[in-house]
């Protein structure tokens, strides 16, 4: 009778344990027992993402409506998410995130061969997202801010044989460290990249010859060495995160006659900053888990698998001396200080968001344990006492540095910051 009853506990516990495992491999993104699809939930983000550096100092101020970044983006209405992708920042990779990587209720259609992913709203075939990957180079190769805000709501209306005047356009970008974008740039170039496609369109026109002459002659500039690169006046690589996100009516477009030099530089500098300030997101290449971290809050959606940090990159393999790196800051001066300031808006960010989510996390747990000590039920609305604890726990305390917990911190000082996350990684999967 006892071996009886052994043999069909074992047989009970086997069949639980093999349920359980079949259960994590066709639903991996429920539950994780170390699933080999790298989903992950939301119990574990915590863990992934980089705690902020406690000792940053703040370089700029920025109101609170410039860090707060929460949108209600209605994916079954009339918002568009519109990807500027700056060449050589690391947008191919996070355009393929967009298309492959985002959990959707009705995710994007990918098939193999197809370079354009079909990324329709769960209730209508119309697309929400605008991209190289989705609607492809629908307003030129490459298209900047002047000409995508220019271009996009008339490609849509063509499209979906529609008018549309009440559509919400979200625009993301990336931007990464200038002078690492610059070699990326001059190596892709060297390997025969010529973007001559592009169409620079401003003001309804195209720039002339004169206004945007060549650097080279020839199909392409292959083989072109870094000397030469930097030498071309013309070369658009020289400001080009500055030139693609500011708005080039304020200064002629290409024609340089029309603006002095020095003020021309000015306005597009500023310009390029206001636009990424008010822009709905960006991203920057060299800190992938917390530009992961702030799209999903901005926009309410999450990734499948996280993001990784790339550190071998063409351009870490170039070796410079310390004139060839000023000369190349020099021909970047407007994307250098473009990007100091969006790297601090973007750390003052997620700063603010890290901080806003723990202490909506602390008033939680403690409404809970009240409710656990007085033995009441949850509530949906706080009675008088428990909203005098949610107003002091808001307003009266402070707020403890992240750093104070053990959590890691980011190395700051160095000219390309970056997150390695291969070590926890490994260890977590």
């Not at 892709?188 to 002459?213: F, I, N, Y």
């Not at 990159?313 to 021909?331: C, H, K, P, S, Y």
């Not at 390309?416 to 291969?422: A, G, Q, S």
Request: aromatic share 12%.
């Amino acid at each position: 009778m006892v071996e009886r009853s052994s043999k069909f506990l074992l047989i009970v516990v086997g069949s639980v344990c093999f349920m359980l495992i079949l259960y994590q491999y066709v639903a991996p993104g429920v539950i994780n027992f170390g699933s080999p699809h790298g989903y992950f939930t939301e119990e574990d983000e915590g863990d992934i993402f980089p705690t902020p550096d406690p000792h940053y100092v703040k370089k700029y101020y920025f109101p609170v409506r410039d860090l707060e970044r929460t949108i209600d983006f209605q994916i079954k209405g009339e918002d568009v998410i519109v990807f500027l992708h700056i060449q050589k920042t690391g947008g191919t990779t996070f355009g393929r995130h967009l298309v492959q990587n985002v959990r959707l209720e009705v995710p994007c259609d990918c098939r193999p061969g197809q370079k354009k992913c079909t990324c329709y709203r769960p209730n209508r075939k119309e697309t929400w997202l605008f991209s190289r990957f989705s609607t492809g180079w629908s307003c030129g190769l490459h298209a900047d801010w002047t000409e995508l805000t220019n271009c996009v709501p008339g490609v849509l209306n063509k499209k979906e044989n529609k008018q549309k005047n009440q559509r919400k356009f979200y625009y993301i970008t990336l931007l990464r460290d200038p002078v690492s974008r610059y070699l990326s740039e001059w190596r892709h170039v060297q390997r025969g990249a010529t973007w001559k496609t592009s169409l620079h369109m401003c003001d309804g026109r195209t720039p002339t010859p004169e206004e945007l002459p060549s650097c080279y002659e020839g199909s392409d500039w292959s083989g072109c060495t870094l000397q030469q690169f930097m030498d071309c006046p013309y070369n658009l690589a020289n400001n080009r995160q500055v030139r693609m996100l500011a708005d080039l009516s304020l200064v002629g477009c290409y024609n340089m006659s029309t603006v002095p030099e020095k003020k021309r530089a000015q306005l597009l500098l500023e310009s390029a900053k206001k636009n990424l300030r008010d822009m709905a997101f960006f991203g920057l290449t060299e800190y992938q888990r917390k530009t992961q971290f702030l799209f999903e809050r901005t926009f309410r959606l999450r990734f499948i698998r996280p993001f990784m940090q790339y550190n071998s990159t063409r351009a870490a393999g170039v070796d410079l001396d310390n004139a060839t790196i000023q000369r190349i800051e020099e021909l970047n001066e407007l994307d250098m200080e473009l990007y100091d300031y969006a790297r601090d808006l973007f750390q003052q960010r997620y700063q603010y968001t890290r901080q806003q989510e723990r202490r909506q996390q602390r008033i939680k747990n403690h409404m809970q344990q009240n409710h656990q000590g007085l033995g009441l039920g949850v509530s949906l609305w706080p009675s008088r006492g428990r909203q005098s604890v949610v107003s002091a726990l808001e307003d009266g305390e402070v707020e403890r540095e992240e750093g104070e917990e053990g959590g890691r911190t980011e190395e700051a000082g160095s000219r390309l910051p970056t997150e390695d996350y291969m070590n926890q990684i490994i260890n977590r999967w």
